[in-house]
């Protein structure tokens, strides 16, 4: 069977850098029986990743890091997918977050120096911790509930937040909070062993379980000044590529799906027949409808990836662009695993097959920001914008 990424691989240092990912998919697709049956994310696996330092790919080289680009990004992080999305969508996270911060220099320089540092030297893993029970997702413009006080030179937080993918397992907790003293919110660092720090066991959804995306909760947690890393200026955001993992994710859940039911298709021969279902029509028509969906998402998600490497000046008009990637890769990513459903027909709802949980995992695709109504609004405001 061809491989699906092979177009996509351009040089030796992509080949270096994807055997990385080919490694901790195969370790991560080892675990998911016990990580999707107990919505835990496996310290094996995570073992792994550190093993192959990829959470310090995506710093800059002058901190040791190998400045990955979101063309590279991407192509990796769809390759850990396909060994486990939860996996992907978990570090991915991480990932881009380091990117995001190199990137646009939203700290001060010895705040992010010290972070990177660490992440360099032991692979710490980060992630931010934005989403609330009340407030839903933070990019529907909810103010976090989340508080920081400011009293005797330092700052209190008390709150609660959702969706920490990796809680348990995090060295580090970028924590927004509603901070009083200036009415604004804004962003602190928060080492996971802090006093009044806590996560608390509440995962338990239909798809991506092994995220172990529990509640983190912080009960009177004092933290320096210097904690305080970001203060949100008000102002619209810049459009932010790394958030293309999130469609890589899910185009890698689909590339699984699409191989394992070629692999059902052609060994599976029922007595009614004297050939494979490989072979009957309705069966190819479906492997075919599969293939032409995967290679239209992956030539916009990867065309757009190269635009943003190659022409950052176009950066900053590019949000309905990626935008509509997301919408685009992960609607088509869900329509490739329904269709190797109907190929692997009643079988594939049983639990001995991947079938079912790669349509419980894709399906959270649709509900990861930006959301199909969102996206749908802006393409129709630029649209009309540009006709005015």
Same mark, same amino acid.
């Given at each position: ?36 049956? $107990? ?60 990117? =995001? ?158 191989? $394992? ?12 027949? $004297? ?13 075919? =409808? ?70 419980? &995992? ?9 959301? &199909? &109504? ?15």
């Amino acid at each position: 069977m061809g491989d699906v990424f092979q177009p996509w691989i351009k040089n030796v240092r992509h080949e270096r850098l994807f055997e990385k990912a080919v490694r901790i998919a195969e370790e991560a697709r080892s675990h998911v029986t016990e990580t999707d049956r $107990d919505a835990v994310f496996s310290h094996h696996t995570l073992n792994v990743i550190k093993q192959e330092e990829y959470p310090s790919l995506t710093l800059p080289t002058t901190f040791g890091g190998e400045d990955l680009s979101l063309y590279e990004l991407l192509l990796l992080q769809e390759k850990i997918a396909e060994g486990d999305g939860a996996v992907a969508l978990s570090i991915g996270w991480h990932m881009g977050i380091m990117m =995001e911060l190199a990137d646009e220099q939203l700290w001060k320089r010895d705040q992010f120096e010290k972070l990177a540092k660490e992440v360099v030297r032991n692979q710490k893993v980060v992630n931010r911790a934005a989403t609330e029970p009340a407030t839903g997702s933070p990019t529907r413009g909810g103010v976090p509930e989340t508080t920081a006080v400011r009293a005797d030179g330092q700052y209190v937080l008390n709150g609660r937040k959702s969706f920490t993918s990796m809680a348990e397992h995090l060295n580090y907790y970028i924590v927004s909070a509603y901070i009083k003293d200036i009415d604004k919110v804004g962003w602190f660092i928060i080492d996971r062993h802090q006093p009044g720090v806590s996560v608390e066991k509440t995962w338990d959804t239909l798809g991506m379980r092994g995220t172990e995306s529990d509640d983190l909760v912080m009960t009177d947690v004092e933290l320096g000044l210097e904690d305080l890393v970001e203060v949100n200026s008000g102002e619209k955001s810049t459009p932010k590529g790394w958030l293309l993992h999130i469609p890589a994710c899910y185009l890698g859940i689909a590339v699984a799906a699409r191989n $394992d039911a070629i692999d059902f298709a052609r060994n599976f021969q029922p007595n009614s027949l $004297d050939k494979p279902i490989s072979e009957v029509a309705h069966i190819q028509d479906k492997i075919g =409808e599969m293939e032409w969906k995967l290679l239209q998402a992956h030539s916009f998600m990867y065309t757009t990836a190269r635009k943003w490497d190659e022409e950052p000046e176009k950066r900053k008009h590019m949000n309905p662009e990626l935008a509509a990637v997301k919408m685009a890769v992960t609607n088509t990513a869900a329509e490739v695993v329904d269709l190797s459903l109907r190929i692997a027909g009643g079988r594939g709802l049983s639990k001995k097959y991947p079938f079912e949980k790669y349509y419980r &995992d894709v399906r959270a695709g649709l509900h990861n920001p930006p959301m &199909d &109504d969102a996206v749908v609004t802006m393409l129709a405001k630029r649209a009309i914008a540009e006709k005015e």
